[in-house]
């Protein structure tokens, strides 16, 4: 298995703009997440989905950000406008039912770097 | 709501010596504890973690930690380092079987000298 697949690795964009993250799962795995990574911040949890449904977005910051799961094996994180703050690695990751009984517990993607100027 | 802190930024160890990575959970239940490390560009890669049973658990890398519930304490060691192991050293904590995700430190930056 090719592990989960994030693109693009590196986005640069000008504010204002619409950025779109994407994410392959490892084909069966059934929960997706969204993290972002930053300096200040650390890992913060944005959303995650279980069966492509989304659960708990609680973690997505504004309204700019919206995450979605068209299908078991893709789904897309966008922010629009974008805005320099958004800066950040954004990661996927996916587990099979309980990450706690899986081998692997959570697969993470090797996550998407976005600079936005 | 859970929470993990790791209370050193950077640990500087030289190659060959031992290593310990410290741990510290909030949580009013039994917890599930994960150590993931990340290389410099790369996603994060798990090394071990614990659910219940044998309080000391083996990872892979020749990692290891041990689980104290009475510290609140989730220490990650490792007893001779390679100059391979420098990087950044995430402990997460996941709540409710995992299945929402998981509560991550703030990470511990490791350096090896030679």
């Known amino acids: 298995d090719a592990g989960v697949i994030q693109s693009p690795r590196h986005e640069v964009t000008e504010m204002g703009q619409e950025v779109t993250l994407r994410c392959k799962p490892i084909s069966g795995h059934n929960s997706l997440f969204w993290y972002r990574q930053t300096m200040m911040r650390g890992l913060e949890l944005l959303i995650y989905?279980?069966?492509?449904?989304?659960?708990?977005d609680s973690g997505m910051p504004e309204d700019r950000f919206s995450a979605k799961m068209p299908n078991a094996s893709f789904s897309t994180l966008k922010i629009q406008p974008s805005e320099p703050r958004d800066s950040a690695v954004y990661f996927c990751?996916?587990?099979?039912?309980?990450?706690?009984?899986?081998?692997?517990?959570?697969?993470f993607g090797s996550g998407t770097r976005l600079t936005v100027v | 709501a859970q929470s993990v802190t790791q209370p050193d930024i950077h640990i500087t160890v030289s190659e060959g010596a031992s290593l310990e990575l410290r741990c510290n959970y909030s949580y009013g239940a039994t917890p599930y504890l994960f150590w993931y490390v990340q290389s410099p560009g790369q996603g994060l890669q798990l090394l071990l973690k614990?659910?219940?049973?044998?309080?000391l658990v083996q990872g892979i890398k020749g990692f290891e930690a041990e689980f104290k519930r009475s510290q609140s304490s989730f220490n990650l060691r490792k007893p001779s380092v390679h100059w391979s192991d420098a990087a950044e050293y995430f402990c997460?904590?996941?709540?409710?079987?995992?299945?929402?995700?998981?509560?991550f430190g703030k990470g511990t930056h490791l350096i090896i000298q030679p």
């Open positions: 989905f279980n069966n492509n449904v989304p659960i708990d």
């Open positions: 997460a904590v996941a709540t409710d079987g995992g299945a929402d995700g998981l509560t």
């Open positions: 614990y659910f219940s049973g044998d309080t």
């Open positions: 990751a996916s587990s099979l039912g309980s990450p706690i009984i899986s081998n692997y517990g959570y697969t």
